[in-house]
């Protein structure tokens, strides 16, 4: 594997991260903030505790998997569109690169970008509410996981956008839709019982209801099953990526 071109390549998606702070960082961070105030206080306010939690603790890893799962997509997909777009592509392609070491490369920068900003939205939570963590390991293995998937989804996207208008298509149409939906801001045991089930045809839901049992213990489906239908996820994003690269799908045209 050549290393030092996976290097240059993360090296160079880091540092546009950086270049645009208030982008990548400010922006998410001033975003939670809000949540907190509208959720935790105006709703919080009615709504106690859920399931011996209060409210406004209970918001808090549905927050941060909300801001994971659009900046994942969103820092991946655009990482691979853009040379698409001004046509940089190609050299990318004829360099002596392979399709794993491009792989690696984007989708660890974006997985990156998006852990960091899930840590310091976990800190600026903090900030708000106390909160506890009774099971760090996987509270870490679930930001892992689903910070990899989605930025493999966000690179699928990025390859398969024509504009920049079908660039945001997915994450505002179907992800943040998704994810309000998933149990992020409340418990499905409140829905009814048509609904409940309903919900349960939601990815997101085994997500969020995964990385909330890594904080406190509790969740609204089995955690093996939560864990087992990202994994499924992810090896669904690799078999479209592998298929990708070996047709040369919206790559070479």
Known sequence: MNLRAVWAIYKMEMARAFRTVLQSIVSPVISTSLYFVVFGSAIGSRITEIDGISYGAFIVPGLIMLSLLTQSISNASFAIYFPKFVGSIYELLSAPVSYLEIIIA???????????????????????????????????????????????????????????????????????????LGGSFYSIDMLPGTWRTVTLFNPVLYLVSGFRWSFYGKSDVSIGISLGMTVVFLLICIAIVGWIFRTGYRLRN
């Open 106 to 180: 984007y989708v660890g920068g974006a997985a990156t970008k998006s852990i960091i900003l899930g840590l310091i939205i976990l800190g600026t939570a903090s900030l708000f509410v106390p909160l506890t963590i009774e099971h760090p390991f996987w509270m870490l293995s679930f930001l892992l996981l689903t910070s990899v998937t989605f930025s493999l989804f966000g690179f699928i996207i990025g390859i398969w956008a024509k504009s920049f208008e079908q660039l945001q298509l997915v994450p505002l149409l179907i992800i943040t839709p998704l994810t309000f």
